[in-house]
């Protein structure tokens, strides 16, 4: 959520802003509504002091003795108005806070304007796509060869965009959340956290999926606001809701392998033949919390411990700066991490990492004292995929084969296959 003062003082320049990334800010509105405001918390604070000075008469008659019924009758009359005021003023404010909930985050400065993933901007690439002197199949083909992706069996459990993975691609899996976690906790100085795949609407609302984009996540049935998580940033961002940290507590860095579930509305058409999107998958998420002068420093960091997981495992990727429509709804500034997948010949992505600033923090009260000027004031926040587990096993399956169909194990990842060094077919 972004800070109020600034529509209060400068609406049309974040108007302006907001309009880079597609979104018109209804300027007619929220006047109104500050209208409204300033002229009911008026009238509140009137008849409060109204309140307050017929307290001090009804005690000065008490105290000479006078009768003080017709003082409290005012007083009643005085004190349903005040609680009928109280109510329309809570009433708007709430309004105001929706009006608030629907705007995405401002773009920093640094961040290219542009409508779609055309106007993206690539900052890096890493490493050199592998020529081969067969055609390359892709991870569909490959695993369906080697019998270990069976996605009629998926579909007869569940339905579309599911997947069954059987023997060794399984442990190749597996052995990749192993690894991921491994480096991030002991190289990257992230602490591991296990958290609920289910949140209430509360969580998913502090970090900006609610009231938005609700079509895009799965609610559970019944009395309860219960969602699936689209991934582990929400509930590990909700630890924050309503702490207070001390500025030497941070930064805080998480770690976090967790399934991730995602309805993918509007993305019907897209991405249909098997594993880059699915409305079940496995993630390996980092999340920061930070002081705001040092988050973009984090930003960089963040993103260079997603990109070490990808040299580790000698895959060639880009990283690319988002541009302003291409971001998502909280982000202030988004690095995305693509790797190269031989079977279409493109980069494609693996990784977001996002700094949010203070947009989910205001959402979720999360705040820390600022040593300084002795302050509470907003951490910032960030997250990003650390990696995406489904689409590292696609780009290591079509990175890693041979004419065969075999997919060779990589280096890195050979400890933790108990030394197997290449997955075939039995």
């Known amino acids: 959520m972004i800070d109020i003062k600034l529509l209060r003082e400068n609406i049309a320049e974040i108007a302006l802003l907001?309009?880079?990334?597609?979104?018109?800010?209804?300027?007619d509105k929220f006047s109104q509504l500050e209208s409204e405001r300033k002229t009911l918390q008026q009238h509140t604070q009137q008849l409060q002091n109204q309140r307050n000075t017929q307290a001090k008469l009804i005690g000065a008659a008490k105290a000479q003795g006078k009768d003080i019924s017709e003082l409290l009758k005012e007083t009643n009359h005085l004190g349903d108005s005040l609680k009928e005021a109280e109510s329309k003023l809570d009433s708007l404010l709430e309004k105001i806070n929706q009006f608030l909930a629907e705007i995405p985050n401002i773009p920093h400065d640094s961040v290219p304007q542009g409508n779609d993933e055309s106007a993206n901007?690539?900052?890096r690439q890493w490493g050199n796509p592998k020529h081969f002197d067969f055609t390359p199949k892709d991870h569909v083909e490959l695993g369906?060869?080697?019998?270990?992706?069976?996605?009629?069996?998926?579909?007869?459990?569940?339905?579309s965009r599911f997947i069954v993975m059987h023997d060794a691609l399984v442990r190749l899996h597996r052995a990749l959340i192993n690894f991921m976690i491994d480096i991030h906790t002991t190289e990257n100085g992230y602490k591991e956290v296990y958290v609920p795949y289910i949140v209430n609407s509360q969580s998913v609302y502090g970090t900006g999926q609610l009231p938005k984009f609700e079509e895009d996540l799965f609610r559970l049935s019944g009395e309860n606001k219960y969602y699936l998580i689209p991934t582990s940033e929400v509930p590990i961002t909700n630890l924050s809701r309503d702490e207070t940290y001390q500025e030497n507590q941070l930064p805080l860095k998480f770690v976090c392998h967790t399934p991730c579930f995602r309805s993918e509305a509007g993305s019907y058409g897209k991405d249909t033949r098997g594993m880059i999107r699915q409305h079940q998958f496995e993630k390996v998420e980092l999340v920061q919390f930070t002081t705001p002068e040092k988050s973009y420093q984090a930003h960089e960091e963040l993103t260079s411990h997603a990109e070490k997981i990808l040299q580790k495992l000698n895959l060639p990727y880009r990283v690319m700066l988002l541009c302003t429509g291409d971001m998502g709804f909280s982000a202030a500034k988004t690095h995305d991490l693509e790797v190269w997948l031989p079977s279409q010949q493109k980069y494609r992505e693996i990784s977001s990492c996002s700094n949010t600033e203070s947009f989910q923090a205001r959402r979720l009260h999360a705040r820390y004292k600022n040593l300084t000027n002795n302050k509470?004031?907003?951490?910032?926040?960030?997250?990003?995929?650390?990696?995406?587990?489904?689409?590292?096993?696609i780009a290591i399956m079509e990175n890693y084969q041979d004419p065969h169909g075999n997919i060779n194990i990589p280096e890195a990842l050979i400890p933790y296959m108990s030394g197997l060094e290449k997955i075939s077919a039995k």
């Open 121 to 123: 901007v690539k900052i």
């Open 144 to 159: 369906e060869k080697l019998g270990m992706l069976d996605f009629d069996a998926a579909a007869k459990l569940t339905g």
């Open 376 to 393: 509470s004031e907003f951490i910032h926040t960030l997250n990003g995929s650390g990696l995406a587990v489904g689409r590292t096993l």
């Open 18 to 27: 907001l309009a880079k990334r597609g979104y018109k800010l209804d300027i």
